[in-house]
């Protein structure tokens, strides 16, 4: 179509008539639009193949012009440090962009040290003090797209990524023997206490809620929800579902996804391959496994993912052209990638920039919540958590594996208990039954009522199985585990405790009674436990006044008779209120 209209406008069908003053009325005019200027630069660059036209100019595109700033020499240790530096050029990028933000805080506020060898133990602390008082935007070359955030404090790991940026700059310079060691970049460059108590696992989970709703949309996903072109949709259907299903199960950062290679996704019954159409009884309790290669945190692994993902992978690789092989940025091999179609691959920014927000269209649920951005990372803190919480849960090691992390410490930035798990563990932990245990205890309503309370007699009698205990401050009394039949004490054989069971008005209730260690140990260790108890109890003073000892009767060698109790619900009042 490009061609056809260049040459309508040239008023010529020969190729050799495209001269470099057409190309550039077209631009100049403004003849043509959006995505077909790129078709018209590619055309004259073809064209300037054969010799007919100048080739275009060269532009940045999409691309910014290259961070610079601060002072010559300091921009040029920069760039000495990231030509040598064996980094990914990502992470490469990331640590001379910070350099160049220390470059122009040093050219305002310290010009003595733009020199990389002139820097102190001094330095280093100014610039510390200096970055914890920051705001966004400070020191740097472009603030758009910084949007509302312009002007606010930076964040702890903000800080704590520009200060590794700049150790990491000054240990390899020193290890590399380009500057003397004046100062250990390890200490003098280490991150504050006031910073490393900002950090810490918060994995930005999505609600439940809204996860289930993309995991309908994703399910149930149509030709019709994908986005169209003027000249249809971009990918195949069969594409974008599997590369939604690989994001909705798979729990793989987005840059792994893109690297999938094909056969990644294999069936296996007892450690045997089988095929994943096999119709064979063993196939219903074949796993579904899928090879993650070479990623960010470690080597190449298998983890097992739900059928249903390999059913859309199976069905793209079915419809799947025949590709050129590609080099994988990370191993340098030559590979088939899974996701590739018109010898090109799928994007690491496909998922962010469509397949989310198409999910999320389907599913009627904002792109945002109050964590910020549905991102494609987020997915992965998601299933994982979920995994971590589920009715039978993956322990932490098992999770390790299952993400592919080198350490457990890193398992925990995507696994979050959630708070219902966290209440059923403690629960289950007994924390109150373990600590407090219930007696019975009869009330005399006569003797309340009558005043005879008033005046000394018992009113509330405490049962300890062989007796009654008459102390009001029973709770209190270190010898309520085994009695040492003091003046409270009334044993149920006598014509007291008797006459004390024959009344037909006493109330029962429960009395809640806190254990001591020694206590505790006597109810759950037994008798060696509770002979121990007693010896201790030996001298103790009895409420009445005398010890045991004193006293001479031997203390019973029978456990009071408590009851595990669980914490009550608070009971309703009428209206609702609780």
Excluded at 7 to 32: I, K
Excluded at 189 to 194: D, E, G, H, W
Excluded at 302 to 313: G, H, M, Y
Aim: with cysteine; hydrophobic share 40%; proline share 7%.
């Amino acid at each position: 179509m490009v061609a056809c209209q260049l040459f309508l406008l040239n008023r010529s069908p020969h190729l050799e008539d495209l001269d470099t003053a057409l190309f550039d009325q077209v631009r100049r005019d403004g003849l043509l639009e959006g995505s077909r200027l790129n078709t018209l630069h590619a055309m004259q660059r073809a064209v300037a193949e054969l010799g007919f036209c100048d080739p275009p100019r060269p532009g940045t595109g999409r691309h910014s012009a290259r961070a610079s700033g601060g002072a010559p020499i300091w921009e040029q240790w920069a760039d000495r440090w990231h030509a040598t530096s064996t980094l990914t050029p990502r992470v490469r990028g990331g640590v001379r962009s910070n350099l160049l933000k220390v470059g122009r805080w040093i050219a305002a506020e310290q010009p003595d040290a733009a020199d990389p060898a002139d820097w102190t133990r001094q330095t280093c602390a100014s610039w510390i003090a200096a970055l914890d008082r920051m705001k966004v935007g400070d020191y740097v070359q472009r603030t758009i797209g910084l949007g509302d955030r312009l002007g606010k404090p930076l964040e702890a790991p903000s800080k704590a990524g520009q200060i590794t940026a700049l150790r990491t700059f000054f240990r390899d310079c020193q290890e590399w023997e380009w500057l003397p060691r004046r100062f250990d970049p390890q200490r003098a460059l280490a991150i504050p206490r006031s910073i490393t108590a900002l950090l810490g696992p918060d994995p930005r989970v999505i609600a439940d809620e809204v996860w289930a709703k993309l995991l309908w949309a994703g399910l149930n996903l149509e030709p019709a929800n994908l986005p169209q072109t003027r000249s249809g949709h971009f990918y195949p259907f069969e594409l974008v579902r599997a590369v939604t299903l690989t994001w909705l199960f798979s729990g793989q950062r987005s840059d792994e996804i893109a690297r999938l290679r094909v056969g990644c996704i294999r069936w296996q019954h007892d450690g045997k391959p089988i095929a994943g159409d096999s119709q064979q009884v063993l196939a219903r309790d074949a796993v579904c496994l899928l090879d993650v290669p070479t990623h960010k945190t470690g080597t190449a692994f298998t983890k097992p993912v739900d059928p249903i993902l390999s059913q859309a992978v199976d069905a793209w690789q079915a419809a799947r052209p025949d590709q050129p092989k590609f080099t994988d940025r990370r191993t340098g091999e030559l590979v088939d990638p899974l996701f590739a179609i018109r010898a090109r691959r799928v994007s690491t920014s496909y998922i962010n920039n469509t397949v989310i927000p198409m999910l999320c269209r389907k599913a009627g649920v904002p792109a945002a919540d109050v964590l910020g951005n549905i991102t494609s990372h987020r997915a992965r803190s998601t299933i994982a958590s979920q995994l971590y919480n589920a009715k039978e849960p993956m322990t932490l090691f098992e999770l390790q594996a299952w993400l592919g992390h080198r350490s457990p410490q890193s398992t925990q930035y995507y696994a979050k208990i959630t708070p219902n798990t966290l209440s059923k563990a403690y629960s289950e932990a007994g924390y109150f039954e373990r600590n407090v245990r219930t007696i019975e205890v009869l009330v005399d309503p006569d003797a309340i009522t009558t005043g005879a309370a008033a005046g000394g007699e018992p009113w509330q009698y405490f049962d300890l199985g062989h007796g009654w205990c008459t102390y009001t401050f029973f709770e209190q009394c270190q010898h309520r585990m085994a009695c040492a039949r003091c003046d409270f004490y009334t044993p149920k054989g006598s014509s007291k405790g008797q006459l004390l069971e024959a009344k037909e008005n006493l109330q029962k209730m429960l009395a809640a009674i806190p254990l001591t260690d020694d206590e505790r140990a006597a109810v759950d260790d037994g008798k060696a436990a509770l002979d121990q108890l007693l010896e201790r109890l030996t001298d103790v003073p009895t409420p009445a006044g005398p010890t045991p000892r004193q006293i001479g009767v031997p203390a019973t060698a029978t456990l009071l008779p408590v009851v595990n109790v669980t914490a009550r619900p608070r009971e309703c009042r009428p209206g609702g209120q609780c």
